[in-house]
């Protein structure tokens, strides 16, 4: 039987033409915008794409007119392809090329008989990983092609997907005193009320600060203080809290490092938002040294981590 994984993520404009497809596509997602009413929904997701892609495109140029998340899932792809030579390894954006449709019918081609679905969100929320799934399964549904489908939800607790975390901190410190420093774990934010409907996100963030946690003392990365916080709010509704930036008034340590921990890939979010938009408000603050970790992307220990989540799917 001829077996395909597919990695799945949320995209990013690979050009600064696609930026208003990537707002359209994901302000149409009913696991974005949760309102009932698909007409409200295409209302409310048309003005937020008609206000925000003029910004949206110029933080994209600032990072050389495109996302970095297709090019850090192709090198990804690549690695673990060159692990399992005997798979066809693929991706599938969400909100952006490739889309589903498109890969469904490479793997078509290539007479596969069953995909293994890896969304990339290390912790589950069905504004992610289920929007995700949802997108595929449609799409395949939609197709006439015949495949059986293995999913796997999230993997924060995979132990060599964290240590890729533990060795991209110390990357970033170097030989920098860790006491000198507070570290933030910095989580992408979600609406309170769709926590409040059910979602795990949060229980599963805090979880894996708790396992990193432990990790960091095992490694006797003895940081300061470690943190917990929430980026990217939009809108007036609340949303988990406490916000990084309330979180940075917080450290008296002049010393920060911001690892984002809701991303296995690195996007216009940890390079823009944490590196550049928040690097402006620590100094501002008076931070004397502020850092922000790399996320796994193609480290050798995540490739290994995607190896197992395939084969304990595949057992």
């Avoid at 533990?166 to 609406?191: C, N, T, V, W």
């Amino acid at each position: 039987m001829k077996e395909a994984i597919v990695l799945l993520n949320m995209g990013g404009p690979n050009n600064l033409r696609e930026v208003e497809m990537f707002l359209k596509n994901m302000f149409d997602d009913p696991n974005i915008l949760t309102m009932k009413s698909s007409l409200m929904r295409k209302f409310v997701g048309t003005m937020i794409t008609f206000f925000r892609t003029e910004a949206a495109q110029d933080i994209y140029s600032q990072l050389g007119g495109k996302s970095p998340i297709v090019g850090h899932t192709i090198k990804l792809v690549e690695a673990l392809g060159a692990e399992l030579p005997e798979v066809t390894v693929d991706f599938a954006m969400r909100y952006t090329p490739p889309f589903a449709t498109q890969v469904i019918e490479r793997l078509k081609e290539q007479k596969v008989e069953k995909i293994y679905l890896i969304p990339l969100y290390p912790q589950y929320s069905s504004t992610t990983t289920k929007s995700s799934l949802e997108d595929f399964e449609k799409a395949l549904h939609e197709s006439d092609m015949d495949a059986v489908l293995v999913e796997t939800k999230h993997f924060f607790e995979n132990r060599n997907y964290n240590q890729a975390i533990i060795e991209r901190i110390k990357e970033q410190m170097g030989e920098s005193r860790y006491g000198d420093f507070d570290i933030i774990f910095s989580a992408h934010g979600l609406p309170q009320k769709i926590v409040d409907s059910g979602d795990p996100y949060e229980r599963h963030v805090e979880r894996h600060v708790e396992l990193l946690k432990e990790m960091m003392q095992d490694n006797k990365m003895n940081f300061h203080q470690v943190h917990l916080a929430y980026q990217s709010k939009v809108g007036p509704m609340p949303w988990l809290k406490p916000s990084l930036e309330d979180k940075l008034h917080t450290v008296r340590n002049r010393g920060v490092i911001i690892y984002p921990i809701a991303f296995a890939i690195d996007n216009s979010e940890t390079d823009f938002e944490l590196d550049i938009e928040y690097r402006e408000v620590a100094q501002k603050m008076g931070f004397t040294d502020y850092r922000v970790c790399k996320c796994p992307n193609n480290h050798s220990l995540f490739v290994k981590a995607l190896k197992q989540m395939y084969e304990k799917m595949k057992s």
